[in-house]
T-cell receptor, first 110, second 113 residues
Framework: DADVTQTPRNRITKTGKRIMLECSQT?????MYWYRQDPGLGLRLIYY???????NKGEISDGYSVSRQAQAKFSLSLESAIPNQTALYFC?????????FGSGTQLSVL | QKEVEQNSGPLSVPEGAIASLNCTYS??????FFWYRQYSGKSPELIMS????GDKEDGRFTAQLNKASQYVSLLIRDSQPSDSATYLC?????????????FGKGTKLSVKP
């Protein structure tokens, strides 16, 4: 979905490094989410936000943090990356219960 | 633990045939049901939503819901090679977790010319 922009598209980092994945949306929706996708495990929710002041943990939030800098921006941080955080990360915007995905960030932690 | 189960496939059908994709869910309180399509290397995109028992048709796609059996299906008529993708079933309960979606692991569909 072109109106959800994720940067970077690909990132290789080393164990222990701090990394931030950025996401912005142009539709002005309140709801934003971060998911990770792993082969065989499907999509799992990391964090979600229904408003700038409303941040909630998802199913697998350990090792991650988020910041909702503005309604349009929702970033995901890995404070100290580890190899099992290697995955495809998606940011989404939500219109009621429907999700619209960004293009994804492929993260590799060596 | 709320679960959404799908057969991982691959499901292989010939061009022009009907592809039938199935999904079961564990939470009887689930209220909204979705099918997303994900092409290899791309992000998921919403293709169907269904909220009440019965069938919902949209072009070549038909979603079927049976809440009593906790079963959702997606039928693709006149399957085309361009339908080859992974199909994700997603279920929403408006109760806990503020109604976030729970995704199945997806069924990979291959349509052979």
């Amino acid at each position: 979905d072109a109106d959800v922009t994720q940067t970077p598209r690909n990132r290789i980092t080393k164990t222990g490094k701090r990394i931030m994945l950025e996401c912005s949306q142009t539709k002005g929706h309140d709801r934003m989410y971060w998911y990770r996708q792993d082969p065989g495990l499907g999509l799992r929710l990391i964090y979600y936000s229904f408003d700038v002041k409303d941040i909630n943990k998802g199913e697998i939030s350990d090792g991650y943090s988020v910041s909702r800098q503005a309604q349009a921006k929702f970033s995901l941080s890995l404070e100290s990356a580890i190899p099992n955080q290697t995955a495809l990360y998606f940011c989404t915007r939500g219109l009621r219960e429907k999700l619209f995905f960004g293009s994804g960030t492929q993260l590799s932690v060596l | 633990q709320k679960e959404v189960e799908q057969n991982s496939g691959p499901l292989s059908v010939p061009e022009g045939a009907i592809a039938s994709l199935n999904c079961t869910y564990s939470d009887r309180g689930s209220q909204s049901f979705f099918w997303y399509r994900q092409y290899s290397g791309k992000s998921p995109e919403l293709i169907m939503s269904i909220y009440s028992n019965g069938d919902k048709e949209d072009g070549r796609f038909t979603a079927q819901l049976n809440k009593a059996s906790q079963y959702v299906s997606l039928l693709i008529r006149d399957s085309q090679p361009s339908d080859s993708a992974t199909y994700l079933c997603a279920v929403q309960n408006y109760g806990g977790s503020q109604g976030n979606l729970i995704f199945g692991k997806g069924t990979k569909l291959s349509v052979k010319p």
